[in-house]
């Protein structure tokens, strides 16, 4: 989901909160949102719409519950992703890229690096393509750690800011969805991964 969907969203999660004598208190919306604001706004609407058909309880289900009825197409979200590398390929060397997506940093550096990358998908775009679409299906449901999800660095031009040295402003790629950096991360490393490679740090 991206920002603008938040009040659509709100609504949508403080009525099923009532349905169940809850109230949508700030805390409890925040929380619904950090665990379900990685999964597209329709899959998560019909999720909720589902709430009233399938879920047995007295209580409101949690997102994790919700996640699970959400079932989000993968093969279109990696698709989706893919040509968003695309997009990307025409961004500056000289400066480190950020998708809104944090698992294409993932799957890129499982590829090599960001240069390797966009030099192989120029030259072997079949292969490369299948590849990225079955590392990104693979890591779809992993949670991922800081570290990994970190901007794609440039090639090392350095510029002065307010007198020191920093690399250069982050290039934004943006996606058709958005998954927050600040979202609570945790440990993996990634083992199910279709390819095994040496991990490539840039």
């Not at 169940?20 to 604001?37: C, I, K, N, V």
């Not at 079932?71 to 961004?91: H, R």
């Not at 000289?94 to 294409?104: G, K």
């Not at 590392?135 to 992993?142: N, P, S, V």
């Amino acid at each position: 989901m991206i920002d603008s969907n938040q009040e659509d969203f709100y609504q949508m999660i403080a009525g099923m909160l009532n349905a169940y004598g809850q109230e949508d208190t700030p805390p409890r919306m925040a929380f619904y949102w950090e665990g379900l604001a990685d999964l597209p706004f329709h899959d998560v609407k019909n999720a909720v719409a589902s709430v009233a058909r399938e879920h047995e309880g007295s209580f409101p289900p949690a997102p994790a519950q919700i996640r699970k009825l959400a079932k989000p197409d993968v093969e279109m979200i990696a698709m989706k992703a893919w040509m968003i590398t695309q997009k990307a390929a025409l961004a500056p060397q000289a400066r480190p890229l950020m998708f809104q997506d944090p698992r294409i940093h993932v799957v890129i550096r499982y590829m090599g690096n960001r240069f390797e990358f966009f030099e192989q998908a120029a030259h072997a775009g079949h292969h490369v393509r299948k590849e990225f679409l079955a590392t990104y299906k693979a890591l779809f449901d992993q949670p991922l750690t800081d570290e990994s999800a970190r901007p794609l660095g440039g090639n090392g031009v350095m510029t002065i800011i307010d007198g020191e040295l920093a690399e250069a402003p982050v290039a934004k790629i943006k996606c058709p969805y958005t998954i927050e950096h600040d979202m609570p991360r945790i440990e993996t490393n990634c083992d199910n991964l279709p390819r095994i490679t040496e991990k490539v740090s840039i």
